[in-house]
């Protein structure tokens, strides 16, 4: 369990308290963050990361690739599948609970 991330900061309950996040959706936000982060600039793990903004990539084949090298660390998600529409990138991912897909 891994306390949830909401907007770029921890996500408090009505209590005050961190919520936490489980199941499927803390390997989402696992993903999430491996693939939003730049190479090197993740404090707590430099190597997780990267190496070119995924938004910027248009081959489908090399953001495909780019996306599970980010995902190097995390060796039980991997990438499905990954599309491109109106300037968002979407990347359909499979963890050990199933499938999810997130948005950049």
């Not at 660390?73 to 599948?81: Q, R």
């Amino acid at each position: 369990m891994e306390i949830k991330i909401k907007d770029k900061d921890i996500s408090v309950g009505a209590n005050g308290y961190p919520e936490i996040v489980k199941g499927i959706d803390e390997y989402l936000q696992r993903a999430y963050i491996a693939l939003s982060a730049v190479k090197g600039e993740f404090c707590y793990l430099r190597e997780l990361g990267a190496f070119k903004e995924l938004k910027s990539i248009e081959n489908m084949q090399e953001l495909k690739k780019e996306a599970q090298a980010a995902l190097f660390y995390i060796p039980e998600i991997s990438v499905e599948s990954v599309k491109k529409e109106n300037g968002e990138v979407f990347i359909s991912l499979v963890t050990p609970l199933g499938t999810g897909e997130i948005k950049l």
